[in-house]
């Protein structure tokens, strides 16, 4: 089976512009979490997803959304971007609505210039 | 306000050695507490979790104990290898949303 996968592994961007980041759950999985790792640092949490609704939203400014589509998969928005906001974005997925057993992807690393 | 504090930030052991890394969580509502390991420029990856109702929990060369009095819990890595080498965060649930906070990581190199 195939495990968390991520969308693009790398993407540059500059100050002001938007990005869509996308995660594809494991099979069977309905949760779908995003964490923002910048270097050096542990992941922060940003959303999390279960069966298309938000369950939870971290210390994140609006510019900052996320969906999540009836095949379970997710996107994260992030809208005028600033220097800031690179960083490694990780997506985990769970069976559960809670964040027990979380699978992560192997991450989108955004940088902005 | 939430918050999960690891020690030590990294830490040298001759193989064979054992570790210890100590992290302490802030809500006391808290109930859920996963260890990630995170290899250079990888994923990171659950090696073992306890919930709230236990004080500890054993698997091969890894273990985790919780004291939730004090608010702390700890991992011990045993009979360490060269391939336990990683970056080690402890995370601690949010009781209200379940959401997990990590600490900020510890990097453990083992010594041929």
């Known amino acids: 089976d195939a495990g968390v996968t991520q969308s693009p592994t790398h993407l540059i961007k500059t100050r002001g512009q938007q990005v869509t980041l996308r995660c594809s759950p494991i099979?069977?999985?309905?949760?779908v979490s995003w964490y923002q790792q910048v270097l050096g640092q542990g992941p922060q949490f940003i959303f999390q997803?279960?069966?298309?609704?938000?369950?939870g939203r971290g210390n994140f400014p609006d510019r900052f959304s996320a969906r999540q589509f009836p095949n379970y998969s997710s996107e994260l928005n992030v809208n005028a971007l600033l220097l800031g906001d690179s960083a490694l974005y990780l997506c985990?997925?769970?069976?559960?609505?809670?964040?027990?057993?979380?699978?992560f992807g192997s991450g989108t690393q955004l940088s902005v210039l | 306000g939430e918050n999960v504090e690891q020690h030590p930030s990294t830490l040298s052991v001759q193989e064979g050695d054992s570790a210890v890394i100590k992290c302490t969580y802030s809500?006391?509502?808290?109930?859920?507490f996963p260890w990630y390991k995170q290899e250079l420029g990888k994923r990171p990856q659950l090696i073992i979790d306890?919930?709230?109702?236990?004080g500890e929990k054993k698997d091969q060369r890894i273990a985790v104990t919780l004291n939730k009095t004090a608010k702390h819990f700890s991992l011990h890595i045993t009979e360490t290898q060269p391939e336990d080498s990683a970056v080690y965060f402890c995370?601690?649930?949010?009781?209200?949303?379940?959401?997990?906070?990590f600490g900020t990581g510890t990097r453990l190199q083992v010594f041929p």
């Open positions: 099979s069977g999985h309905k949760s």
């Open positions: 809500d006391s509502a808290s109930n859920y």
């Open positions: 985990a997925s769970s069976r559960t609505a809670t964040n027990e057993k979380l699978f």
């Open positions: 995370a601690a649930s949010m009781g209200n949303t379940d959401k997990l906070i």
């Open positions: 306890i919930r709230s109702n236990v």
């Open positions: 997803y279960y069966e298309k609704e938000e369950r």
